[in-house]
């Protein structure tokens, strides 16, 4: 399985994201086919492109001809019908995050592509594993996790599954790579690297709330003014949508056989059940309506550092679990969750800093003020903790 240059690569769903490695694609010179299911959905991504090339010309990150050879070079299709997919040496699902919609689209796939064609699920949370286990030819399946925006974020998590061709696998990681972005390596385990480690952010931030410790402002005040964090918990949760970081947490929380460390939390579902989805639907946490502004933070700094105490030491506990359960490598977990969600510094570099033994610390304490499993120290943690060593190593 070679990926060359010239190779077509499909993109199947024409969302936000399936627009966006669209548009990757079509600027590194592949011709692109794009295809969704609702013709009103192609027809939007259509318009999308087109504006996105046009601004890339105008700010000067392609020239003129590169753009119209980028934008003819693209096929786009509607309907059930993948026949249009047949030329492409790689396709990239980007569809419903829905086990069977996704087995039933590469079952399809499969049917119409070549024999040596890759197909790879751009899924942020389900099975790598299960999606390949519909295929007859299920060593060409892997996972390719961007991020969103596509075209700005510089993340992609390559995930093989046990069965995948790890041939297929490095040329994968290549060609993404010639794409401009950094590839990391994540084991098919739920959440893949930054959607386990990143859980903490949300989840610890919405028990703190829960608990009265700190309102939305003050919490994401804390984390932005004294953690570094571009965007406090609240307002990145509105931003993503509360219904899509909901509907995340609840896939790991189930993958996990229900580990309380993943826990949804029942305030963010009742948001999400009352419509409240964050900036799309103007309310969430915080309300968008014209008119409205943004409630004033709390800037107490006592509690302001609680805050971020808490909340860093459960980020550097899970990340350690997962350096613990092999999903990825020191490297590659510091690089993802730098690039894949903009923390001010890596999480395993961050335990250096402020000490493996105070970490485990103040979780020991979480553990024992409320004598929950969600606030069991990580055996990493206690490891390098009791060694001395560095988290990195």
Not at 91 to 116: G, H, M, N, T, Y
Not at 154 to 165: C, H, K, R
Request: charged letters at 20%; aromatic letters at 8%.
């Amino acid at each position: 399985m070679m990926l060359a240059p010239e190779t077509v690569i499909g993109v199947l769903g024409a969302g936000a994201m399936g627009t966006g490695i669209t548009q990757v694609a079509a600027a590194h010179g592949h011709k692109v086919v794009l295809g969704d299911a609702r013709a009103d959905a192609v027809g939007k991504a259509k318009q999308t492109l087109a504006k996105a090339f046009a601004r890339d010309v105008e700010k000067g990150r392609l020239t003129q001809a590169a753009a119209t050879r980028a934008l003819e070079g693209m096929t786009f299709t509607s309907g059930d019908d993948m026949r249009a997919f047949a030329p492409c040496g790689l396709v990239i699902e980007a569809i419903v995050e829905s086990l069977p919609i996704k087995q039933a689209a590469f079952r399809a796939l499969e049917s119409v592509v070549s024999a040596d064609a890759v197909l790879a699920t751009n899924t942020s949370s389900l099975s790598v594993a299960a999606i390949a286990g519909g295929c007859s030819q299920r060593a060409r399946v892997c996972g390719v996790h961007f991020f969103n925006p596509a075209p700005v974020m510089p993340l992609v998590e390559v995930i093989p599954w046990l069965g995948a061709d790890h041939g297929m696998i490095g040329d994968v990681q290549q060609l993404v790579s010639k794409w401009g972005k950094t590839v990391v390596i994540a084991s098919d385990t739920p959440g893949f690297i930054v959607n386990r480690i990143a859980r903490p952010f949300y989840g610890e931030a919405l028990r703190i709330f829960d608990e009265g410790i700190a309102d939305a402002p003050t919490i994401d005040w804390a984390m932005r003014e004294l953690g570094g964090f571009r965007m406090g918990p609240f307002e990145l949760m509105d931003l993503i949508g509360l219904d899509v970081n909901f509907a995340v947490t609840e896939s790991v929380f189930e993958a996990f056989f229900y580990d309380p460390r993943f826990r949804p939390s029942l305030t963010q579902r009742r948001l999400v059940e009352a419509g409240w989805l964050g900036r799309k639907a103007g309310r969430g946490f915080y309300n968008y309506a014209e008119g409205e502004t943004k409630p004033e933070p709390t800037r107490d700094v006592a509690v302001g550092t609680q805050v971020r105490d808490r909340i860093v030491a459960m980020l550097i506990n899970e990340a350690l679990d997962a350096r613990y359960a092999r999903v990825a490598s020191a490297a590659d977990i510091e690089l993802a969750m730098q690039q894949g969600v903009n923390y001010p510094k890596g999480l395993l570099a961050w335990c250096d800093e402020i000490g493996a033994s105070v970490v485990l610390a103040r979780i020991e304490a979480l553990q024992a003020e409320y004598a929950e499993d969600r606030y069991r120290p990580s055996v990493k943690l206690r490891q390098v903790a009791r060694s001395g060593t560095s988290a990195l190593a």
